[in-house]
């Protein structure tokens, strides 16, 4: 499973950026949410939205092999293995992946839980196959 | 505090003195957030009396309970400060994403106090709070210092700025947020500009509690599937506000060259239909809506980027003005929202000086040789610019409709849109007298969105004069404001028709206190209530007068359209005063008795 987004649906709400820290963390705080909402205005105005593909690429250069993968396929961080290394953040082909130690003490990244896509009004989220070709 | 940022920060501008006070529990309890927050510190804390720009103002900036939440709609932020448009209570409501970054500052309210003796920005991340020296930024356009603030400070900064308009204090000037977000009427933006803080910039990196986290994740997934469910979901979010332009027009509701008439021959080309088509580029939303109102517009025409425009500035700014031309009503919007003021009142006192012109009150002369007629695009950009320069005659303009037409005279009165010195928003009320109704009565003035009845009159009679329509006013102005306070919008409600029930267990979640909507409209009848004696406290001739229309709608009827030929009477009109005043347990002049205050439990500190 991954996650797949259509920005030109996004209306930058950032509800998906709740719904993530809500499922990740457990709290409210879009500062910690596993995708990012680029807003381009004034001009050209668009959105640009980023998400894991769970390519890997973190997983595979991960020290204490912290990230692992779930029965469908998606990447996660087993938080009490992280040690803050940041060696996955720059490995992230969508700067998707997060090490910010002000705000916790853990790596963090996508899961696929799909929770953002439960609440992305515009469709500009959805789930799919690794392989599948976006919708 | 469970769904609180925890508090109150107080800015003195006077002595650059910044002191941040925890958000006190009753407070939350008794006024929960927003404009409740607004009115209680407005009544308590700005002396009677006070100058709206003076020092003694102050500009009271507030979230609520919902806000930044899991909540469809949970991006709306409340000001209030005394008016300088009408010397009474203002209260703006904006959207965008400043009111959620606030609460993740840990704030519920910042209270801007005292004047800056020179221009300043606030600057807040997280826990860092300093006033810094504004002067690059003095004198620019509200987006373009956006702009810089975003490119110096980063993305995850949000901004609230004012534009020229709110630093030369034009009494209509607002604040701009999310390059096309505003906070936008009564004034705002003067007052700001009064205190000389040309912006507000926060970040907040910090989680927000909530009493019940499994309960609320619960309720908040199950409001935003309400909205995704609904059945108009697809074609709001398509035309947004927008949506209503070519219904108005159809039943007359479309104010039309100065509100002389409710239908425009030229529609067509402002209908948010031409719209889409010509001039979207993308949807653009407040924090956390699964519906985005927001259209982001390019124009071919003008080379140009704005938000919108949404309906209101349509109105205004298109058909009210006699500008058929979307992306003309595009191009002017833009130009207020980088001068810094509201598209609204400035529609509106432009049609009126566009009337005064084509009825020779006003000669080429008055104009600095501008052709002032209904449908010039050009002569609306260049009054743009002067009033926000207070130039020749903006200067007389940007005192407001209510104040240039008494200091002209000559009959000029009669078809100056207003009430209690707002000017009315895009509804067309010679035959709707609901919408009538609620104009007159708003709390800050001509202004539709406490009770949008227009609807109401069009199901039950629009001429119609009954106690239920009153009732149905009263019972929207307790209720509609209730999401300015909550701080979310209420547009998820009105215009996908969700089930208000499902934001109770969702607000009791975040709380941790259960209240009914019942409950909730106590607090809106309080609320509304206390913002009558603030009029009354800051006005000693205070009264029923007040609260009349402009006379172009009980005594001038339109000339054309479908709505040819009707108005309403003038004895219809003090009848539904009398009959509103009686609903309400208020004495024939339109004050709330002793025993009304009693029975809704108004603290006596509020209102000595
Ligand atoms: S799928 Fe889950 S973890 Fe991934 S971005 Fe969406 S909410 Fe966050
Ligand atoms: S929820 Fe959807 S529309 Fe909103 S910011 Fe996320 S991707 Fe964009
Ligand atoms: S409906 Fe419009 S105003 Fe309301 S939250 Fe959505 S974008 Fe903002």
């Known amino acids: ?135 | 505090m469970n769904g609180y940022g925890g508090h109150i920060l107080r800015v003195n501008l006077t002595t650059g003195q910044v002191k941040k006070e925890p958000t006190p529990a009753d407070l939350a309890r008794d006024y929960l957030g927003g404009r409740g927050f607004g009115i209680y510190f407005l009544l308590k804390e700005v002396p009677k009396g006070a100058d709206p720009l003076g020092p003694e103002n102050k500009l009271i900036i507030s979230s609520g309970p919902l806000s930044g939440l899991l909540v469809a709609g949970g991006g709306k932020c409340d000001w209030t400060c005394k008016a300088p448009l009408t010397g009474g209570y203002a209260s703006a409501s904006m959207g965008g994403h400043f009111t959620a970054e606030l609460k993740y500052a840990g704030l519920d309210s910042i209270i801007l106090e005292g004047i800056s003796p020179k221009p300043v920005y606030l600057f807040i991340d997280d826990d860092k709070i300093e006033l810094r020296d504004a002067s690059e930024y003095w004198g620019k356009g509200s987006m373009t210092v956006e702009k810089m603030m975003k490119d110096k400070f980063g993305e995850e900064f949000q901004c609230a700025v004012i534009g020229p308009a709110g630093e030369n204090m034009v009494s209509f000037a607002h604040i701009n947020h999310d390059f096309g977000r505003q906070a936008g009427r009564g004034g705002v933006g003067a007052v700001m500009g009064s205190k000389k803080v040309k912006a507000i910039v926060v970040r907040g990196t910090k989680s927000v509690p909530v009493a019940d986290l499994e309960a609320y994740r619960k309720a908040g997934m199950a409001l935003y599937k309400a909205c995704k469910d609904a059945e108009g979901l697809k074609e709001w979010t398509r035309y947004g506000t927008t949506i209503v332009t070519s219904w108005c027009n159809e039943v007359g509701a479309l104010p039309t060259r100065n509100f002389s008439a409710g239908s425009f021959e030229g529609a067509q080309g402002i209908y948010g239909q031409t719209m889409r088509e010509k001039i979207v580029v993308t949807d653009k939303g407040c924090f956390g809506c699964p519906c985005p109102c927001g259209k982001y517009s390019k124009t071919k025409k003008y080379n140009s980027y704005v938000e919108g425009p949404e309906y209101e500035t349509i109105g205004l700014l298109g058909s009210n003005v006699g500008i058929d031309d979307i992306e003309a009503v595009a191009q002017a919007n833009l130009l207020c929202d980088e001068m810094g003021i509201d598209t609204i009142s400035a529609g509106n006192v432009i049609a009126w000086a566009m009337e005064c012109y084509e009825k020779g009150i006003f000669t080429k002369q008055d104009t600095g040789g501008i052709e002032l007629k209904f449908g010039n695009a050009d002569a609306v950009f260049k009054m743009i610019e002067m009033i926000t320069k207070k130039e020749g005659l903006g200067a007389l303009l940007a005192d407001g409709v209510k104040k240039a037409s008494q200091e002209i005279g000559k009959g000029t009165e009669k078809f100056a849109i207003h009430v209690k010195g707002m000017e009315q928003s895009a509804y067309q009320t010679h035959n709707a007298t609901a919408m009538l109704l609620a104009y007159m009565t708003c709390d800050v003035g001509a202004h539709h969105n406490r009770a949008w009845a227009i609807t109401y009159d069009i199901q039950v009679g629009r001429e119609k004069v009954v106690p239920e329509k009153v009732a149905r006013v009263i019972w929207l102005q307790h209720f509609r404001p209730m999401f300015d306070v909550l701080g979310a919008c209420r547009l998820q409600w009105v215009e996908l028709g969700i089930d208000r029930d499902l934001y109770v267990p969702l607000l009791e979640a975040i709380t941790g206190i259960h209240r009914t909507w019942e409950d909730i409209e106590k607090v809106g009848e309080r609320i509304w209530n206390l913002t009558r004696l603030y009029w009354a406290r800051e006005n000693a001739d205070f009264g029923r007068a007040w609260d009349m229309p402009a006379p172009r709608f009980y005594e001038d009827p339109p000339k054309t359209g479908v709505t040819k030929g009707q108005y309403t009477k003038l004895e219809d009109v003090n009848k539904l005063l009398d009959m509103y005043y009686e609903q309400r347990g208020w004495d024939s002049n339109g004050l709330p008795k002793p025993e009304t205050l009693q029975k809704l439990g108004i603290p006596q500190e509020l209102v000595a």
């Open chain 1, 1 to 135: 499973m991954r996650l797949y987004v259509d920005s030109s649906r996004c209306s930058g709400c950032n509800a998906c950026r709740v719904a993530c820290s809500l499922s990740v963390f457990g709290e409210n705080n879009p500062k910690k949410a596993s995708l990012v909402i680029e807003p381009h205005f004034p001009a050209p105005g668009v959105y640009k939205v980023r998400v894991c593909t769970q390519c890997g690429d973190c997983a595979a250069v991960c020290p204490t092999e912290a990230i692992k993968q779930d029965a469908q396929g998606a990447y996660y961080v087993e938080f009490s293995e992280c040690n803050l290394c940041e060696a996955c953040v720059p490995e992230c082909p969508e700067e998707v992946m997060f090490v910010r130690p002000e705000l916790a003490d853990t790596a963090w990244k996508c899961t696929a839980c799909g929770d953002c896509v439960a609440v992305c009004g515009t469709s500009a989220l959805w789930l799919g196959e690794k392989e599948a070709v976006a919708a």
